[in-house]
């Protein structure tokens, strides 16, 4: 299937700083998104991404799906403990199946 | 609760094993999807299921695997004659109706460990 590469694969950061990460892919997607698992789980979604170039923040959370649509980035500002977590992104192309990242590992240090 | 459930949340079987895997979709949500997560990867799409449409299986890793949705509400994921490397956590999702714009709501999945 399609392969998203997602990086880094985990981030060890001190409370108060900013995050990113990205996704990127080798197709072009048409639908990003970017979702929180929690441990013991299922993903929550964070932000929705439809449009090339689109820029949405949801709270200190902001992500960007790429011009060429082979790519996403999400920052996290001022982080704090609770966004501890491992982070997907997830691309569709047409359909139904949505293809996930490895995801990012954050621990934040207080 | 109003989420999605899924039973049970962890299962331990030996190799050769069926198991079954259940998924309570949240109430008037037409569309539920199967994915299969394995230690420190992503989602794996397994299968899809829209109302009355036929289901895309396209994701099943082989024919042991066999997903069944009764009345357009509970789902289940069916793996005969399981293998070691069947072990993974199994999760559900639902949303209203499946348009790539629907929210998927994701339940907490059940682990399943085959010795």
């Known amino acids: 299937g399609q392969q998203l590469n997602q990086s880094p694969q985990s981030m060890f950061i001190q409370e108060g700083e900013d995050v990113s990460m990205n996704c990127t892919s080798s197709s072009i997607f048409n639908t990003w998104l970017w979702y929180k698992q929690d441990p013991g789980e299922g993903p929550v979604l964070l932000i929705a991404l439809y449009k090339a170039g689109e820029l949405t923040s949801n709270g200190r959370l902001t992500a960007q799906f790429g011009i060429t649509r082979k790519d996403s980035f999400l920052n996290i500002s001022a982080s704090i403990p609770s966004d501890v977590g491992i982070y997907f992104c997830?691309?569709?192309?047409?359909?139904?199946?949505?293809?996930f990242g490895t995801g990012t590992s954050l621990t934040v240090i207080p | 609760g109003a989420g999605v459930s899924q039973s049970p949340s962890n299962k331990v079987t030996e190799k050769g094993k069926d198991v079954e895997l259940r998924c309570d979709p949240i109430?008037?949500?037409?569309?539920l999807y199967w994915y299969r997560q394995s230690l420190g990867q992503g989602l794996e799409f397994l299968i899809y299921f829209q109302g009355n449409s036929a289901p895309d299986k396209s994701g099943l890793p082989s024919d042991r695997f066999s997903a069944e949705r009764t009345g357009g509400s509970v789902s289940t994921l069916t793996i005969q004659r399981t293998q070691q490397e069947d072990s993974a956590v199994y999760l559900c999702?639902?949303?209203?109706?499946?348009?790539?714009?629907?929210?998927?709501?994701f339940g907490p999945g059940t682990r399943l460990t085959v010795l």
């Open positions: 109430s008037g949500h037409t569309a």
């Open positions: 997830a691309g569709l192309h047409t359909g139904n199946q949505f293809y």
């Open positions: 999702a639902s949303s209203v109706s499946g348009s790539n714009t629907d929210t998927q709501y």
